[in-house]
């Protein structure tokens, strides 16, 4: 990889994590929101878990582009945790904090091998969005 794509994807990352934190920072708010309308108890709490789940699914996505960035500065960027090839430039683009290239991830969505929690829902963040 160049230079200039690694400050392409280090630019992306950064820009990623900040709207994730800010994400996060108003959501604390919004999750620990309290109305004293006993209509209302069962859908808030409704919507504090869902907001709880949001909250765990952005939780583990930051971690995810803050090890990005750690590999982005230890030099190891863009190469895929479990084989070792070069992920795909299109891949980086569209997920750019993926540790795995699309055979293994692939395979970890499969459950094939061992990944930390988080991986594939963040797969599904990145095409959604
Ligand atoms: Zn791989």
Do not use: F, P, Q
């Given at each position: 990889m160049t230079q200039?794509?690694?400050n392409k994807y280090k630019a992306m990352l950064e820009a990623k994590q900040a709207e994730l934190s800010a994400g996060l920072r108003n959501r604390e708010d919004i999750a620990i929101e309290k109305t004293p309308d006993a209509i209302d108890e069962v859908q808030?709490?409704?919507e504090r878990e869902l907001a709880?789940?949001?909250l765990d699914r952005e939780s583990n996505l930051l971690r995810n582009?803050?090890?990005a960035l750690a590999r982005v500065a230890d030099g190891s960027?863009?190469?895929c945790l479990h084989c070792d090839e070069d992920i795909k430039p299109k891949r980086l683009d569209a997920v750019p904090w993926t540790k795995y290239?699309?055979?293994c991830q692939e395979a970890a969505d499969r459950h094939e091998f061992e990944t930390e929690s988080g991986d594939t829902?963040?797969?599904l963040l990145a095409h959604a969005a």
């Open positions: 200039t794509e690694l808030l709490a409704g709880i789940r949001n582009v803050k090890g960027y863009g190469v290239c699309i055979t829902v963040d797969d």
